[in-house]
């Protein structure tokens, strides 16, 4: 169970590839009592605003930080595949690539930051989080928006070659370093400058709330999307002293980790669309016995492996994720994780136990 001996109260925001999952938190409330919200992902919003300007034969200009790709890139390739112009700052096009140079290749027309384009292009402004929205959203029914935020993004780090390996080279560090959730958890402070999408979140919800933009000002954690949710689906494990194996079955992304002594001590992590039940059942299989290997997944397609520790037989298996549906056909015998009743906000759990960690308290 989250620890309630601390008294605190935050906004929780899970950042997937197709929804963001939000818990307005109180310590003070039973958690089933807190207010929670399931909207569509920045990244889906922003691609609904390219294409919409794609329709409107358009330009476009990008402004904002780096965020998550996914929808909103395809909408721009799309766009400039109908012979529409788009200009963007270049903070705003490693959304895009983190080599600049890739972008400029593919026709964006890149352009200080600060600065506007002469143009009459429409502006869309790029982002993970939306604050002021949901701010307004929160103030519509009556309710303060607390003043301390923990966020979860999938981070694959700014890398100039393959970003599934740059992104495994982070989680194998963090894994060999202990594993457990506070290693997982970043402040704005301790954030490291090549995770460019968490500390572009920490930056925006600075800017948003703190006078000056002064990040200190504000409480601010951030964790990946896959550690976040399998510390969160972990409440449903029949016996949480022994071997679990927690499945994440995202919109965009499939991880899969081994949970020891309340430790990650493995995972790998594939596309969703490009993985089936019957390939998953024999990954996780793998996983447990310790067998799996970076190459194999990699070269399927995936984002790889990493196994410090593994149980060697397979353990007790929590499924969850918007897409869990998929594990019903599991010849496996699993269980859906559904902490305090609800499935979409398992990474909201798991990031308000990250948050508390920061704040001395022990995983319950």
């Not at 590839?17 to 307005?24: E, P, Y």
């Not at 929670?36 to 919003?45: A, D, F, G, N, W």
């Not at 925006?204 to 999307?225: I, K, P, R, Y």
């Not at 001590?265 to 996780?284: A, C, K, N, P, S």
Request: hydrophobic share 40%.
């Amino acid at each position: 169970m989250i620890s309630r001996s601390i008294d605190i109260q935050t906004v929780a925001i899970d950042v997937g590839a197709g929804t963001q999952d939000i818990l307005i938190y109180d310590s003070k409330k039973q958690i089933e009592q807190c207010f929670k919200m399931v909207l569509p992902s920045q990244t889906v919003i922003v691609a609904k605003s390219i294409r919409n300007a794609t329709h409107l034969g358009r330009d476009i200009f990008l402004t904002g930080g780096v965020m998550g790709g996914g929808a909103c890139v395809r909408a721009v390739k799309k766009h400039l595949k109908a012979g529409l112009q788009v200009y963007s700052t270049k903070d705003a096009a490693k959304t895009i690539y983190d080599d600049l140079d890739r972008v400029s290749d593919l026709g964006v027309i890149l352009v200080p930051q600060n600065t506007e384009p002469k143009t009459d292009a429409v502006r869309i402004e790029t982002g993970d989080i939306d604050l002021p929205a949901i701010k307004r959203m929160l103030g519509l029914f009556g309710v303060d928006m607390p003043e301390t935020f923990a966020v979860a993004v999938q981070d694959h780090g700014e890398s100039m070659g393959s970003n599934r390996i740059f992104r495994f080279e982070h989680l194998r560090k963090v894994i060999d370093d202990g594993g457990d959730l506070r290693s997982f958890v970043y402040t704005p402070e301790t954030i490291p400058a090549y995770l460019t999408r968490m500390s572009a979140v920490a930056w925006s919800l600075s800017l948003a709330e703190a006078d000056g933009g002064n990040v200190d000002d504000v409480g601010v954690v951030v964790m990946d999307t896959g550690p976040a949710a399998v510390f969160g689906a972990a409440y449903a494990a029949e016996d949480p002293s022994k071997p679990t194996i927690v499945v994440n079955i995202g919109n965009g992304h499939t991880l899969c980790a081994i949970l020891m002594d309340d430790r990650i001590t493995g995972i790998f992590e594939h596309h969703t669309r490009q993985i089936t039940i019957e390939t998953l059942d024999i990954y996780v299989e793998k996983l447990a016995a310790g067998t799996l290997t970076f190459e194999e997944v990699f070269e399927s397609g995936g984002h790889g492996c990493h196994i410090r520790e593994a149980p060697g037989e397979l353990p007790q298996i929590i499924v969850t994720g918007p897409n869990r549906k998929i594990a019903e056909q599991s010849r496996h015998d699993i269980v859906f994780a559904a902490p305090y009743g609800d499935m979409m906000l398992t990474g909201c759990f798991g990031l308000i136990e990250g948050l508390l960690s920061t704040r001395g308290a022990d995983r319950g």
